[in-house]
């Protein structure tokens, strides 16, 4: 999804062409995607478009009028992929701006590294503890340099539900994490948290009387990922390495076979990410604030952190005068040499700095 917002009535056209495949595209439907455009007030989409799965380009136009520009907020274009593939979209659309368009691009590899070390200063830390009772017994915690940043002092302590993998009832009775390392993900546009929890012996106590076998985790292999889309999307993902010991088998363990290690993986991993999602996704009480994980909030976030970061906000060349000035970011994109484009437009918040009224012209987001 890309927020735009066209400045005048006019045209507003989309183009958007995927990356070349390592294999050949795939699709149920014999189509390469859908594209739409959307506006605010609307329930439905302005303009919408599908692909045939030869066409090798997604396409739509639309001309914006007065009455559509009269509600505020920001313009949306959706790519759908109707394909069996994963295929990363290079986007772009135009529309009358009165903003001058600009881009700046960043090296992931090298932003990778930056937040990374940013991620060691932040020390975050994440004790992971269940119940069946409400009480709030994980917890997050991190550096005071981060409480300057957040305003907000740590540690946040949270619920976390008893487990039920393989329809079982479990309690994670102390898990911690090892490490914390913040990336972009280019695949999904994502600012991507990765947690690595220590594991252990029995990580997980069975509460069942009837199935009394604990689950072994091996050490380091419980990894959380958080994804912070950059249109605003929160995504969870969980991997781990987790058995039912031979040795702790019991007679009434039906599903299982005496004798022989159970791989229960998968179930503990799918487990947990639900409840991880579901208590991201919920209302967070932080000190005196209470803080929804809203579209809006994630990608207000991740724009700040660009912003900052690549020093978007600095004032034109062609300023006659000092100013306030703040850059609205219109849209980010993965180029062809695997640098992040951030499409954004410098606006002064005081008064006008400019030697002459911005000329209209053809704005463009990817």
């Known amino acids: 999804m890309i927020s735009f917002r066209p400045g005048e009535p006019g045209p507003v056209n989309v183009r958007s062409i995927p990356h070349s495949q390592t294999s050949p595209l795939r699709s149920e439907v014999n189509e390469l995607g859908r594209i739409e455009l959307w506006r605010p007030g609307r ?7 599908n692909a045939a799965l ?134 999904s546009l994502q600012l ?4 690595t929890f220590d594991g252990g012996k029995s990580a997980l106590k069975s509460l069942d009387s009837a199935f009394a076998q604990n689950i072994d985790i091996d050490q380091d292999s419980l990894v959380l990922d958080i994804g912070f889309g950059f249109d605003g999307t929160l995504r969870a993902a969980c991997t781990a390495r987790a058995t039912l010991s031979a040795d702790d088998f019991a007679d009434s363990a039906a599903d299982l076979i005496t004798g022989q290690d159970a791989d229960v993986s998968a179930d503990v991993a799918s487990n947990l990410q639900q409840k991880a999602l579901s ?51 219109q849209g980010y994109r993965i180029d062809e040499n695997g640098a992040l484009v951030v499409n954004y437009f410098v606006e002064a918040v005081a008064s006008p700095v400019l030697s002459a009224d911005p000329v209209r012209r053809m704005g463009s987001a990817a």
């Open 192 to 195: 991507t948290l990765r947690l």
């Open 43 to 49: 329930s439905t989409a302005l303009a919408s478009q």
């Open 54 to 187: 030869t066409a090798g380009v997604l396409g739509v136009g639309y001309t914006a009028t007065a009455e559509d520009l009269a509600t505020p907020g920001n313009w949306t274009c959706r790519i759908h992929n109707l394909t069996l593939n994963d295929i990363v979209f290079d986007t772009t659309i135009t529309y009358l701006s009165d903003h001058v368009l600009q881009t700046a691009s960043f090296d992931v590899g090298l932003l990778n590294l930056i937040l990374s070390e940013a991620a060691a200063q932040a020390q975050i830390q994440v004790h992971l503890q269940s119940s069946n009772d409400g009480s709030k017994l994980s917890s997050v915690s991190w550096s005071p340099l981060l409480d300057q940043y957040l305003g907000t002092p740590g540690p946040f302590d949270f619920h976390v539900d008893d487990p039920t993998p393989k329809g079982h009832k479990y309690r994670v009775v102390g898990l911690n994490t090892t490490s914390a390392i913040l990336f972009v993900d280019s695949a």
């Open 279 to 329: 208590q991201l996704q919920a209302p967070l009480v932080i000190g005196s604030k209470t803080v929804e994980l809203s579209p809006q909030l994630i990608k207000q976030f991740i724009d700040r952190i660009f912003i900052l970061l690549m020093r978007l906000a600095a004032p034109p060349q062609d300023a006659v005068r000092p100013a306030t000035y703040q850059a609205t970011v």
